[in-house]
Each structure stands twice: as C-alpha cells, then as structure tokens.
C-alpha cells in the first residue's frame, strides 16, 4: 500500500465550479500535510501548508485535514482555466523526515 | 533572480552511457534533493544533502550517483547500472531539515534512452 494515494483523474470542470481534490494516507505519524501544484512540464510549487487536524484557507483555496480519517483534501472556488494542472498532496511525520509524495491529480478547468 | 535551475531541459542518451544531470541553487538553502517523476507515480526520492560533502541515499538510489562539493551544487549522474532511466527528474531545495515545510523545485530534466 502506497502511503499516500489520490486519484490521478484526470477531472474536469467548468469555469466558476468548486473543485474538490482527496488524498487518503495510511502512516497515522503523518502531522505536516502539504499541496503542491505543477505545471505541465514544470516543477512543482508549493500552494498550502497545514499542520495537524484542522482547516486552511489562503484566497480561493482551502485545505482540510481529517487525521481521525487519515483524509487531506483541497477545496478550489471560483476555479479559473489558470488553476489547470496536477496536484500533488504530499506528507511528512516531522520537519525532519523526508516528504512523501502522492501521484497528483490532474485537473482542467474548462472556459 | 533566486531560483534552481536545471539543465539541460531534455536529455536523450543511448543505453550504455552514463549522463550527468546539473541542478544549481543561488537560494542559500543547505538541502539540496532529486527525485524522479513517472506518470501515474508520485515523485520518488532518490539522494539528498543536507550539507555540503555529505549526503543520503533515499528510496531509489540504486543506478544513481550525486556529489556535493559546493552548496550551491548537486549533479545527479545517471549510470548504465539504471535500468530504466526514462524519467523526469527534479531537483528540489529547502532550508534547514530541521525547520523547513516548503521544498523549491526547478524545471526539471527530462531523461529519454534510446
């Protein structure tokens, strides 16, 4: 079993719609939870941070952390054809662990 | 500008041959990393640094050399031990281990083997 899981899509929605994006993770010692955005043939870039249980908001993005659930998710509102790319959840144990990565989720976002 | 860069963009390098992939950062950061991206896959860590003149294997270091000897500098040699190196690669940078979340990433090198 992969520690982290999502599922790659690819999804795709219109204009102004509200997107919701899941990763499940399996190790219960996860306690940093990040969402990382790439570009097509770019590097990822960092987009929200969490740390434990709880809910992030930074402009139209928000993401939430269920730890009883072992559930991370990334909500998008008011999506723009600029937010067409891959997610990657990603996870780490303590700031001194290396990050686990899940396989991104690809998302269009349609005119 | 502060940043990682990568080079070259693409690579095509025949069976055989070992390839040098170059990743520099002008970000003052000390850990330094490479990963491989697959489709379908998430990015697997390869080698990191956390220091100048010393680094760690990470989950697929098998096939793949790094050094460190500057630390704005971490080239990731890609050996004919690799069986199948067609990948994209990333290079990753951070503070220090001990109080960093966010890892800097650049463009990335993408390795085809004819």
């Known amino acids: 079993q992969k520690e982290v899981e999502q599922d790659p899509g690819p999804l795709s929605v219109p204009e102004g719609a509200i997107v919701s994006l899941n990763c499940t993770y399996s190790?219960?010692?996860?306690?940093?939870f990040m969402w990382y955005r790439q570009y097509s043939r770019k590097g990822p870039e960092l987009l929200m941070y969490t740390y434990s249980s709880g809910n992030k908001e930074d402009g139209r993005f928000t993401a939430q952390v269920d730890k009883s659930s072992k559930y991370i998710s990334l909500f998008i509102r008011d999506s723009q054809p600029s937010d067409s790319a891959t997610y990657l959840c990603?996870?780490?144990?303590?700031?001194?662990?290396?990050?686990?990565f899940g396989p991104g989720t690809s998302l269009s976002v349609i005119p | 500008d502060g940043g990682i860069t990568q080079s070259p963009k693409y690579l095509f390098r025949k069976e055989g041959q070992n390839v040098t992939l170059s990743c520099e950062q002008n970000?003052?950061?000390?850990?330094m990393y490479w990963y491989r991206q697959d489709p379908g896959q998430g990015l697997r860590l390869i080698y990191y640094?956390?220091?100048?003149?010393?680094?760690q294997k990470g989950d697929i270091a098998e096939g793949y050399s790094v050094s460190r000897e500057k630390k704005e500098s971490f080239p990731l040699t890609v050996t004919s031990a690799q069986k199948n190196p067609t990948a994209f690669y990333l290079c990753?940078?951070?503070?220090?281990?001990?109080?960093?979340?966010?890892?800097?990433f650049g463009p990335g090198t993408r390795l085809t083997v004819l």
């Open positions: 990753a940078s951070s503070p220090p281990l001990s109080i960093a979340n966010e890892q800097f």
């Open positions: 990603a996870s780490r144990k303590t700031s001194y662990d290396k990050v686990i």
């Open positions: 970000l003052n950061h000390d850990a």
């Open positions: 190790n219960s010692a996860f306690q940093y």
């Open positions: 640094s956390q220091i100048v003149n010393d680094f």
